[in-house]
């Protein structure tokens, strides 16, 4: 097989969509494995589809080759797929200075199972998956249907016997998340960040942190110092605060309470009030903040539960809107 420079190019294989963009041999390359949700409907593939991460890379002018599940998810999988990984690409491709792999949860799976086949040099996991084998990860339940759907008892299914080096970042108290990232060698480096829970890529790609923390393991200066440094803005951050306040995990004492909650509210009057502030696609986040402060501030709680309606007009939302709007209109 061939491969086209400077354009994109794509293909389906193995039920997996494949997409590339070359363009600088001197350059390293990046495999992206996409993450859970991002499966791609069979009827709507096309060549302009960009996969998760596949723009930023090609943006920061090196060789990027992503790969997406169709759906019903696959978890890559698939024996033809499997076979071009572990057999076909890697003595295909050209000689490129260094291989780099990407990939959150799913897709961490992805990167792991085939890094050492495709000879990585460095990988970056947010949050990966390990394996379903019962065996091996009897408390994972969190994917029943490729439980299910799978064959997890023969061939490659452990994600975790990848011998390449990098980073993981995860967060701790997610208890599925850091049994995971614990079944991992020591040659990859754990990077934690308490409180943003099992989407953690989401969030930091929210906080506008995602592109950052790719570049930096691109230029192979991730390191916890750097990723921590970086997360300070969590403290401007809605999810932060309601999860240290929701996790299960957490045994906070009355006043460490009272300061997170304060700080809760702080985040919310500016994400109400600066234009600037970062942008919420959550309903249910944005429900809960209303609530909880309904009885503080009405306004402020009216204003939450509108973003909360035009993003999800279920009938709870609906309602709630209603009695803050009748309350006000009272006053």
């Not at 076909?88 to 000689?95: A, E, F, G």
């Amino acid at each position: 097989m061939s491969f086209d420079f400077n354009k994109d190019t794509s293909f389906v294989l193995g039920k997996t969509y494949v997409k590339y963009h070359f363009q600088n041999l001197s350059k390293p390359i990046v495999f992206l494995f996409s993450p859970a949700d991002s499966e791609i409907p069979i009827e709507n593939i096309r060549a302009n589809i960009d996969p998760w991460g596949f723009s930023r890379i090609k943006e920061l002018g090196l060789n990027v080759l992503s790969f997406t599940s169709l759906q019903p998810r696959n978890w890559y999988k698939h024996p033809v797929l499997n076979q071009y990984l572990k057999v076909q690409l890697p003595d295909m491709l050209p000689d490129f200075p260094e291989r780099l792999g990407i990939g959150a949860n799913v897709g961490g799976f992805g990167v792991s199972l085939y890094a050492n086949a495709l000879n990585c040099q460095r990988i970056l996991l947010f949050s990966p998956i390990s394996t379903l084998n019962q065996e091996h990860a009897p408390w994972e339940n969190r994917f029943a249907q490729g439980l299910r759907g799978l064959n997890w008892t023969q061939g490659d299914i452990d994600g975790s016997t990848t011998r390449c080096p990098g980073q993981i970042i995860y967060d701790k108290q997610q208890m599925l998340d850091n049994s995971h990232a614990q079944r991992y060698g020591s040659q990859l480096e754990r990077i934690t960040a308490r409180g943003l829970g099992e989407n953690l890529y989401k969030h930091l790609q929210t906080m506008k942190l995602l592109d950052k923390v790719i570049d930096a393991f691109i230029e192979n200066e991730l390191t916890s110092h750097f990723f921590h440094t970086s997360l300070r803005r969590r403290r401007g951050y809605l999810d932060y605060y309601a999860g240290l306040l929701n996790h299960p995990s957490n045994r906070l004492t009355p006043a460490r309470q009272t300061i997170i909650e304060n700080r809760l509210l702080a985040c919310v009057r500016k994400y109400a009030k600066d234009p600037q502030a970062i942008r919420y696609q959550d309903a249910t986040l944005l429900r809960d903040l209303a609530i909880r402060i309904e009885n503080e501030d009405l306004t402020l709680a009216e204003h939450l539960m509108s973003q909360a309606h035009q993003l999800r007009k279920g009938p709870f939302i609906t309602k709630k809107l209603e009695a803050y709007r009748r309350a006000l209109n009272r006053r």
